[in-house]
């Protein structure tokens, strides 16, 4: 009996496409609803690094620019309206305000630099919800993916019970392609949720390393803006 089982749990297709067809309607849905997010995820954490790598490349070909010794209007003049990189954004952002602060007499408005660094936090925060923005569905899949899993495993295996008792019928004919439905949902649900996780840690740190940079950028404008004001 134990043999003739065995047999029929071997003819059964366990790979995951039939795992999922013979899955019912909400451990379905729970399935496709953690592949989408894996996909999601795997789209956000390819952009991301894209988006990363230019980002640093920006900001070095700008401080070789910024530091070159050319001067900061003339500098200005070739980035135009349209700066392309988050440092080029923040310098535009603080020699324009540099620049309106002139009065018709040559002397400043009072409380540029105040208006200097305000408008340069701006374009810094700026920045950083381009950064950021797409970590936090990172996050949530990490945090929840595998809760849905669990949430379809014990969905699946409340139906295998029910099926067990229906047919009044343990065998491993009857157990096995139930169980392995169930947990299906589980793997997918880690599936997800790893890859997230990991990818989160990475790429929020190097979100914090490109938003640093441009801080320090920002302290160092503001100080050489200073010093003319100085003058």
């Known amino acids: 009996m134990e043999a003739e089982a065995l047999g029929v749990v071997r003819e059964v297709d366990f790979s995951m496409l ?27 954490i390819i952009q991301k690094f894209i988006n990363y ?28 309206d349209t700066p392309k990189g988050g440092s080029e954004r ?16 040559g002397k400043m408005i009072a409380g540029v630099q105040q208006r200097i660094d305000r408008s340069m936090d701006v374009a810094i925060s700026r920045e950083a919800e381009k950064l950021n923005n797409g970590l936090t569905f ?5 945090a929840i993916a595998p809760f849905v899993g669990l949430f379809g495993t014990v969905w699946g295996i409340k139906n295998a019970f029910e099926q067990i008792a229906i047919q009044q019928n343990t065998n491993l004919a009857v157990v096995a392609p139930g169980i392995a439905e169930a947990l299906a949902a589980t793997a997918l649900g880690l599936l997800a949720a790893i890859p997230a996780v990991i990818f989160y840690n990475k790429l929020s740190a190097d979100a914090d390393k490109i938003i640093g940079d441009y801080d320090s950028f920002a302290d160092e404008f503001s100080t050489i803006l200073s010093r003319q004001l100085d003058v």
């Open 90 to 105: 923040i310098f535009v952002s603080g020699i324009s305000e540099w620049r309106r602060s002139h009065r018709s007499d």
């Open 18 to 44: 039939a795992l999922f067809l013979r899955a019912t309607i909400i451990v379905k849905l729970v399935m496709l609803a953690l592949i989408f997010s894996s996909f999601w995820s795997w789209g956000i």
């Open 138 to 142: 990172l996050a949530t899949v990490g």
């Open 53 to 80: 790598r230019r980002a640093r490349n920006d900001s070095e070909r700008f401080d070789r620019a910024f530091w070159s010794g050319e001067p900061l209007d003339g500098l200005y003049q070739q980035l135009g």
